[in-house]
């Protein structure tokens, strides 16, 4: 089964930046389609972005424009660059593959904006 490691949470300013970086093992990665989604306290967990093997990307509406997902150059890493960051994006982000079935779920990372 894949698995996923995240990483790059933090607490920052309402309107400050960070980097989040999913690696996998497990599995061949790179032909995956993969998702960063996020999950606050009380609510369900969302997908915010992905990433097709092919590159193409999409966003939910809450985040579009403000952040971006990648994949490195050798296609081992997700990235999630977040930025003008909103104390509504306060949650846990963790990273999955983009359609069913899903690799087990890690601990993710949390990411705390202050007012």
């Known amino acids: 089964q894949v698995q996923f490691v995240e990483s790059g949470g933090g607490l920052v300013q309402a309107g400050g930046s960070l980097r989040l970086s999913c690696a996998a093992s497990?599995?061949?990665?790179?032909?995956?389609?993969i998702g960063w989604y996020r999950q606050a306290p009380g609510n369900q967990r969302e997908l915010v972005a992905g990433?097709?093997?092919?590159?193409?990307?999409n966003y939910a509406d809450s985040v579009k424009g403000r952040f971006t997902i990648s994949r490195g150059n050798a296609k081992n890493t997700v990235y999630l660059q977040m930025n003008t960051l909103k104390p509504e994006d306060t949650a846990v982000y963790y990273c999955?593959?983009?359609?069913?079935?899903?690799?087990?779920w890690g601990q993710g990372t949390q990411v705390t904006v202050s007012s």
């Open positions: 990433i097709s093997s092919g590159g193409s990307t």
């Open positions: 497990g599995s061949t990665f790179s032909i995956n389609a």
């Open positions: 999955n593959l983009l359609v069913a079935p899903f690799g087990s």
